[in-house]
């Protein structure tokens, strides 16, 4: 097979969780640039206009949308449920929704007196359970497809490293405790999937650095100089990455951690 074949998703299903968000719809776009029959899922109420308007320009096969509460259990189940009744295989799962540092909850991005711990636990519902629940419900899907299904899991920055409190000094911006808890646990269950789901699915996982959204030029400024690529992020920036490891260009890569971050992470 030639490496342009193997990158190609040839009509197999990608089933993308939160995908109506920055990066969700740049990979829903990368993904149907790629051939891909994509399930894009979000919030009930989510606008799906600016997907569309990202899908338009690929000529694509048209996206199937399903809306499901990801923090909630039932609406989740009725979700694997739908795709286990599907005889066609999934090519890929891309574990991307979350509850990200701006989501407007209580007790969340502000700092460690006054973290809730409900919030606490409804961000490890969002941002770990559902995607142990979608790996476990969804791997049979995955395991038929023909060259073998592969799950790429969004990790981030705060997974794997501590926040450095002195970017936030004068911002009204905060890094909650339990995105990086959460984020650290995707990491390791992309691990444990791994050896587990091995060797009809591969499992592994991308994490972002900050991605550039409006935050106050302070941050930016100070960001940038801690980067050694010099800049903070774009959505685009991610996609590459997810592709490759949800291709078969990655076909003897799993149980890998990716960060791009710019070179963030690595001094
Ligand atoms: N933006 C960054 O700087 C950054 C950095 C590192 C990692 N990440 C990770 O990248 C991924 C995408 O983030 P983003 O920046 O595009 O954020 P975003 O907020 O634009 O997108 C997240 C999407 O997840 C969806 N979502 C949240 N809760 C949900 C639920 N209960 N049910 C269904 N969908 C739900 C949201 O509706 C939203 O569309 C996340 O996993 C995030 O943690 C982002």
């Known amino acids: 097979m030639s490496w342009i074949d193997a990158l190609r998703f040839d009509g197999g299903r990608v089933l993308i969780t939160g995908a109506a968000g920055g990066i969700g719809r740049c990979l829903a776009r990368g993904f149907a640039e790629l051939d891909a029959q994509l399930l894009l899922i979000d919030r009930p109420g989510s606008d799906w206009a600016p997907v569309h308007a990202a899908l338009v320009t690929t000529g694509g096969r048209a996206p199937q949308i399903i809306e499901c509460d990801l923090e909630d259990q039932a609406a989740r189940q009725r979700l694997i449920d739908a795709q286990f009744a599907e005889p066609a295989p999934l090519s890929a799962l891309v574990n991307n929704a979350a509850f990200v540092g701006t989501s407007g909850l209580r007790g969340w991005a502000v700092p460690l007196g006054q973290q809730s711990v409900d919030t606490f636990r409804r961000a490890l519902e969002v941002n770990l359970t559902a995607v142990f629940h979608l790996c476990q419900g969804l791997a049979p899907a995955l395991a038929r497809a023909p060259e073998g299904g592969a799950i790429v899991n969004i990790g981030s920055i705060y997974g794997a490293l501590g926040p450095d409190w002195s970017l936030y000094e004068g911002t009204t911006m905060s890094n909650p405790a339990a995105y990086g808890a959460s984020k650290g646990g995707v990491i390791q269950l992309t691990r444990w999937l791994a050896t587990?789901?091995?060797?009809?699915?591969r499992v592994n996982a991308v994490s972002p650095g900050g991605i550039l959204r409006g935050q106050p030029e302070s941050f930016v400024r100070r960001y940038e100089r801690r980067t050694p690529l010099g800049r903070m992020g774009t959505e685009d920036d991610i996609v590459g990455a997810v592709l490759h490891l949800a291709s078969g260009w990655a076909r003897y890569t799993t149980g890998q951690?990716?960060?791009?971050?710019?070179?963030?992470?690595?001094?």
């Open 196 to 201: 587990t789901l091995a060797p009809a699915v």
């Open 257 to 267: 951690h990716l960060l791009v971050d710019g070179g963030w992470s690595a001094w």
